[in-house]
Nanobody
Framework: QVQLVESGGGLVQAGDSLTLSCVDSARAGKTYATGWFRQAPGKEREFVAGISWNCETQYYADSVKGRITISCDNAKKTVNLQMNGLKPEDTAVYYC??????????????????WGQGTQVTVSS
């Protein structure tokens, strides 16, 4: 059974940095890709970043380019999201999700088959 577990969320101040981690017990092989999404209260879930099965190709939403870096370590089956220069509008529940390699970097939540429970990130002004 696929299981994704996020960690690293918390309460930070504007301008701070935070690294989220996702342990994906099923991450393996060339058929796999992972994405990070976020959902703020009253808003739809939105794509933040994605990464290919071999960790070599990264994808970013325009709203976070230059501030967020996605990386992965397949030996540890983890996908990390390094966030810098956090803003109050980054406040949301952050989710990692698994998809087929053909959908790597897809911004559409419907392309992702399995999701973690999410981790809350709150940025105070």
């Amino acid at each position: 059974q696929v299981q994704l577990v996020e960690s690293g969320g918390g309460l930070v101040q504007a301008g701070d940095s935070l690294t989220l981690s996702c342990v994906d017990s099923a991450r393996a092989g060339k058929t796999y890709a992972t994405g990070w999404f976020r959902q703020a209260p009253g808003k739809e879930r939105e794509f933040v970043a994605g990464i290919s099965w071999n960790c070599e190709t990264q994808y970013y939403a325009d709203s976070v380019k230059g501030r967020i870096t996605i990386s992965c370590d397949n030996a540890k089956k983890t996908v990390n999201l390094q966030m810098n220069g956090l803003k109050p509008e980054d406040t949301a529940v952050y989710y990692c999700a698994a998809t087929h390699a053909g959908y790597a970097g897809s911004p559409h939540a419907g392309h992702y088959d399995n999701w973690g429970q999410g981790t809350q990130v709150t940025v105070s002004s």
